[in-house]
């Protein structure tokens, strides 16, 4: 990412790639309560319309983790854990580690990319992320939304990962691992411009008018900027990429299909369905992983990570 000294410039593109995939690994491991809360909400309400005066089984992020754990033990606020480590290695690394490299591929070794350069290298490592690591995605929102309370006649879709993987390649074919992959291309462009784009300018204008050396404050700072304007920019497209991927095949005649359905069935309001929860984990999840992956380029290369605390 950008920045004003010598060490900004020195990683390479492994220990940049290497530095994304662990950070992403690590932001995963301390919010995946957060992620699951966010599926749980963003699936509620899509098979059928709740009869009047009966409640939402789940209302707001951290009654959303109550009732999880209440109803269903604390460790499936982690089912899906797996694939989410599996995604992040496949996802992060190329999404965050190469974005360095493809902007200045895109800026032809110009000193100060421009806007448009820095938008068009997020959403191009996006894409590549996803054709990448789509098939982890999607075993890893089915695990968030399965619902396991063996007492109400409810039992887990996949027993476990490896299972999981198997299961969707066998009835759905491999078209079935790549469900939604247009739909978080997408997305995950969105994301990317708006989570890469605005932490390296944010980052790069505290450290050029000199308001924080580079930091743990001006990553978090900048990081905690990113995850707010990510997360009111990508909601909509996030909550149909969640309905789409965790569908029984036919329910939805495609990605469109799936947000029109939304739209007459439930409203507006259901394409910012879980927006706290994204906030929280989104804006927590950046801080992470950014400060994560500031520090562990730091540590790869030799330096104290925590010498410019």
Known sequence: MAGGSAADLGPTAVVKVFSAGTAGCVADLVTFPLDTAKVR?????????????????????????????????????????????HRQMCFASVRIGLYDTMKQLYAHGAENPGLGTRLLAGSTTGAMAVAFAQPTDVVKVRFQAQVHQPEN???????????????????????????GCLLNIARNAIVNCSELVTYDIIKEQILKNKLMTDNMPC???????????????????????????????????????????????????????????????????????????????????????????
């Open 41 to 85: 909400l963003q699936v509620q309400g899509e098979s059928k319309a709740l009869p009047k005066g009966q409640k939402a089984a789940y209302r707001g992020v951290f009654g959303t983790i109550i009732t999880i754990v209440r109803t269903e033990g604390p460790r499936n606020l982690y089912n899906g854990l797996l694939a989410g480590l």
């Open 153 to 179: 006649g409810s039992v887990k879709r996949y027993s476990s990962t490896t299972e999981a993987y198997r299961t969707i390649a066998r009835v759905e074919g491999l078209k079935g691992l790549w469900k």
């Open 219 to 309: 990553h978090f700072t900048a990081a905690f900027a990113a995850g707010f304007c990510t997360t009111v920019v990508a909601s909509p497209v996030d909550v149909v990429k969640t309905r789409f991927m965790n569908s029984v095949p036919g329910q939805y005649g495609g990605a469109a299909n799936c947000a029109l359905t939304m739209l007459l069935k439930e409203g507006p309001s259901a394409f910012y369905k879980g927006f706290m929860p994204s906030f929280l984990r989104l804006g927590s999840w950046n801080i992470v992983m950014f400060v994560s992956y500031e520090q562990i380029q730091r540590a790869v290369q030799g330096n104290d990570p925590f010498s410019l605390m």
